[in-house]
Nanobody
Framework: QAQLVESGGGLVQAGGSLRLSCAAS????????MGWFRQAPGKEREFVAA????????NYADSVKGRFTISRDNARKTLYLQMNNLKPEDTAVYYC????????????????WGQGTQVTVSS
C-alpha cells in the first residue's frame, strides 16, 4: 500500500521560506512522477508543481514560478518543495501526490495522496 507523509509546514512571515518534505513508502518511488497540490480554505484544490520520475522535467503553476522549486531524492524516497518569498496567498494545506502519467496539473492523474501539511503565511 502506497503511503505519503508530508512534513515541514508551519507559520512564516511574508517573504520568508519553508521547505516541505514528502516521505514515500510502499511503492517504487523512483519510477513515479510526483506532484504538490494545495488547498486554501473555501477554495478548490490547485496544482503547485510536478516532477518527472528521473527529476529531469518539472512543471509549475504560474503563481509559484520563480519562487518554488520541486525536487526529489530517489535514494531517500523523498519529495521536496522549497518555497521562497512566500506570500499570504500561499497559505493552504499542501499535499504531495503520486502521478500516474506525465507532469501535468490535473489532480485526477494522481492516485495516492498524503494527509497534508499546513502552511500559513502572515502579512
Amino acid at each position: 500500500q502506497a503511503q505519503l507523509v508530508e512534513s515541514g509546514g508551519g507559520l512564516v512571515q511574508a517573504g520568508g521560506s519553508l521547505r516541505l518534505s514528502c516521505a514515500a513508502s510502499g511503492f517504487t518511488f523512483s519510477s513515479w512522477t510526483m506532484g504538490w497540490f494545495r488547498q486554501a480554505p473555501g477554495k478548490e484544490r490547485e496544482f503547485v508543481a510536478a516532477i518527472h520520475w528521473n527529476g529531469g522535467d518539472t512543471n509549475y503553476a504560474d503563481s509559484v514560478k520563480g519562487r518554488f522549486t520541486i525536487s526529489r531524492d530517489n535514494a531517500r524516497k523523498t519529495l521536496y518543495l522549497q518555497m521562497n518569498n512566500l506570500k499570504p496567498e500561499d497559505t493552504a494545506v499542501y499535499y504531495c501526490a503520486r502521478g500516474t502519467g506525465g507532469i501535468g496539473a490535473n489532480g485526477r492523474a494522481y492516485d495516492y495522496w498524503g494527509q497534508g501539511t499546513q502552511v500559513t503565511v502572515s502579512s
